[in-house]
């Protein structure tokens, strides 16, 4: 019941979406893509990939986007599923359970649109084909991104239904965050920048 409740609050997401706009739910997958890319080829610029590496640094900051995403789409989803559904709430009863596979769904929905981009790049730009470890990421990474970005998202998901602002924090944290975490440039070897990656 829950399974089948959080299908219908991700699709009834994803239509109302489709019925505004022409491109529907792509403008998310687009909007941080179009974000992420000038950034990349500014950090190509100032070789903050390093000397040496194994894959080349668009690569490793594209991945490295993807991944930030999904973890901090997972953090911010279940505040604006819970907003947008407001008005389902009180008709229908919805648990938490419902409100987490909503999010899931969602969640799955942008990964797989953001990795069939990063694997195209990869693939055809980079003539790079996917190994064993890439795998190995997707199905236990993956995962515990998702849960990890839950256990931040869910205790915000009722003040972000009444408190617009609390959303709005939250997605500026998640930008300025995203600066602290080695996705844009590697860990250096040493420096209050490797002890703060390192915590």
Not at 41 to 58: S, T
Not at 96 to 108: D, E, Q, R, Y
Not at 143 to 154: E, M, Q, T, V
């Amino acid at each position: 019941m829950e399974f089948h409740r959080g299908w219908y609050l991700f699709y009834r997401e994803l239509q109302f979406r489709a019925k505004l706009t022409l491109f529907g739910y792509g403008w998310n997958i687009v909007s941080q893509l179009a974000a992420a890319i000038p950034v990349v080829f500014v950090g190509k610029q100032l070789n903050l990939g390093g000397h040496g590496a194994e894959i080349p640094y668009e690569i490793h900051a594209l991945t490295g986007v993807v991944f930030w995403g999904v973890f901090w789409d997972a953090v911010i989803l279940p505040m604006d599923l819970a907003f947008k559904s407001r008005q389902v709430f009180r008709r229908v009863p919805i648990g938490n359970m419902s409100m987490i596979f909503a999010t899931v769904w969602g969640l799955l929905l942008n990964f797989v649109v953001k990795f069939l981009f990063v694997a195209v790049v990869m693939l055809f730009f980079f003539h790079i084909w996917f190994k064993w470890e890439l795998i190995l990421t997707l199905l236990v990474g993956l995962p515990a991104l998702i849960a990890l970005g839950l256990c931040f998202g869910l205790p915000f998901m009722s003040f972000g239904t009444v408190y617009q602002d609390v959303r709005y924090a939250v997605g500026f944290l998640g930008q300025a965050l995203m600066w602290t975490a080695p996705i844009f440039y590697r860990v250096p070897p040493k420096g209050w920048l490797t002890t703060f990656n390192k915590l």
